[in-house]
């Protein structure tokens, strides 16, 4: 089956640089949440959409942004990056008319910044 | 707002023990869900077993079983005959609702199983 597809897997980016991570939902999903999971930490809720719509907001800093596109992948936008922006970006997708609602979750996307 | 506690920040099992995992959390909401989430080294968090507020019978998944005590908060997980695999950091999970809404993890449990 079909899993939640993060890219990249891993990146490198300088202080001060942009990175761009990709979340491709599991086919028919309309919510996508994208967590930041520092090392030794528990995931950290930063943004959610729903319907390509942003549906709730977290610690999401200022100087990252995030949409929801027309074929429901979503990109997590990040400029001005700090060495505290080093984590692991968890990208997770569900469809709102599963009873259950459970998360689907992505391997995620690491990023190192120097 | 919604949180999350797991006071139990490492454990360890014998092998083909049993072991149970506690969370509590609070919220003002009547209707929501639960969930314990494993994250193995390999670092993806895979579903281990949730649970629907609005039932009152607890959940089991094989060797997984929760005791949910929706009067107290109480949101465990009872973990039958360890295996090694079962190794790993177990979250806790809230969601209030399924549209989006914010998922609130705990801050995890560290389990080891051992040989």
């Known amino acids: 089956a079909a899993g939640v597809i993060q890219s990249p897997r891993h990146l490198i980016k300088e202080k001060r640089e942009t990175a761009t991570l990709k979340c491709y939902p599991i086919?028919?999903?309309?919510?996508v949440y994208w967590y930041q999971q520092g090392p030794g930490q528990d995931p950290q809720f930063l943004i959610s959409?729903?319907?390509?719509?942003?549906?709730d907001k977290g610690s999401i800093p200022d100087r990252f942004s995030a949409q929801q596109f027309s074929d429901y992948h979503s990109e997590l936008n990040m400029s001005s990056l700090e060495l505290g922006d080093s984590a692991l970006y968890f990208c997770?997708?569900?469809?709102?008319?599963?009873?259950?609602?459970?998360?689907?979750f992505g391997e995620g996307s690491r990023l190192t910044v120097l | 707002a919604q949180t999350v506690t797991q006071s139990q920040p490492e454990m360890s099992v014998q092998e083909a023990e049993t072991v149970t995992l506690s969370c509590t959390y609070d919220t003002s909401e009547s209707n929501y869900y639960l969930f314990w989430y494993k994250q193995p080294p390999s670092r993806q968090m895979i579903l281990v077993i949730r649970?629907?507020?609005?039932?009152?019978q607890n959940a089991t998944e094989n060797r997984f079983s929760v005791n949910f005590q929706k009067a107290a908060k109480s949101f465990s997980l009872k973990i039958s005959d360890s295996q090694l695999g079962d190794t790993a950091m177990y979250f806790c999970?809230?969601?209030?609702?399924?549209?989006?809404?914010?998922?609130?993890f705990g801050t995890g449990t560290s389990l080891t199983v051992i040989p």
């Open positions: 997770a997708s569900s469809f709102s008319e599963h009873e259950t609602g459970e998360l689907f």
């Open positions: 086919p028919r999903h309309d919510t």
């Open positions: 649970q629907e507020a609005y039932k009152q």
């Open positions: 999970a809230f969601m209030k609702s399924n549209t989006g809404n914010q998922f609130y």
């Open positions: 959409f729903y319907e390509k719509m942003q549906s």
